[in-house]
């Protein structure tokens, strides 16, 4: 069985491998894979987007332990989610949102039992290495979610607000998600709008046409396009968009039609 890992603990500190013993000491045979550690520190919104991208890539069954929880400690609840084909487990923070909005959740539960915890007293400040991780390994070992917890409602699962994209006769109105490694502004819309069809992309009062590839445009020159994830992204040929451009998560950003 698999099971996945997502944190903003970064490579520096020891975290990440404390987690991944605590895993190994229930179940040495689960393959864990790093799906990434470099979240910035207590970003919600980057996490909900790498997750949700790299979601419908692993197999029915799948384990995400996902801990981006600046509320570690506090009243916020812990949980686990069954989806349609695999698990989410971590903090009822909104992180989960952008996967819940692509695939549907079967059941949810309060991480209340905690015989599946690494302690029964866990730190306040580490819920990844006490709760997380070990709740996540015995789910991937074949421990029902049911026994994990007290059933909570879906509907009451936060949802982090990300504003709706908006049609309109001339184009798309979305706006920035996520900014990844290279500085490219992934936008809240998706490249099917766009498909066969003329568009160029609109912010800060300026337009960039839609293009294919990043080498469609010269080098140093700002295009919009679909990204392999499947949304319409800002970019810069061998160059960081976000850097130029100065536009942040939550920005508004434009599709213009022909």
């Not at 069985?1 to 020891?14: A, H, Q, V, W």
């Not at 384990?63 to 916020?76: I, K």
């Not at 070990?134 to 991937?140: I, R, T």
Request: aromatic letters at 6%; one cysteine or more.
């Amino acid at each position: 069985m698999i099971l996945t890992l997502l944190t903003d603990f970064g490579l520096s500190d020891s975290y990440v491998g404390v987690m991944k013993g605590t895993i190994a000491g229930i179940n040495p045979a689960l393959h864990v894979i790093d799906l990434t550690h470099q979240i910035p520190p207590q970003d919600i919104a980057m996490a909900r987007f790498q997750l949700m991208s790299a979601y419908p890539y692993f197999p029915s069954g799948t384990v995400h332990v996902a801990v981006v929880d600046p509320g570690v400690g506090s009243s916020r609840r812990s949980i686990a989610i069954q989806c349609e084909s695999g698990f989410l487990v971590g903090a009822d923070n909104g992180l989960f949102s952008g996967v819940l909005s692509q695939t549907s959740a079967i059941a949810a539960v309060e991480l209340t039992n905690s015989n599946y915890w690494r302690t029964s007293t866990p730190s306040n400040t580490f819920h990844g290495r006490d709760i997380f991780a070990p709740v996540g390994a015995h789910l991937a070992s074949g421990v029902a979610i049911e026994e994990l917890g007290d059933a909570i409602a879906i509907d009451t699962l936060v949802q982090l607000p990300i504003p709706e994209v908006v049609s309109t006769p001339m184009g798309v109105q979305g706006v920035v998600q996520a900014i990844d490694h290279f500085g490219n502004l992934i936008t809240t819309i998706e490249g099917q709008h766009v498909r066969d069809r003329n568009w160029s992309v609109e912010c800060n009062l300026k337009r960039y046409p839609g293009q294919q590839t990043y080498a469609d445009a010269a080098p140093g020159e700002m295009i919009g396009l679909v990204g392999s994830h499947g949304w319409v992204e800002i970019a810069v040929n061998r160059g960081h968009a976000q850097a130029q451009l100065g536009l942040v998560v939550g920005s508004p950003v434009r599709v213009r039609f022909a």
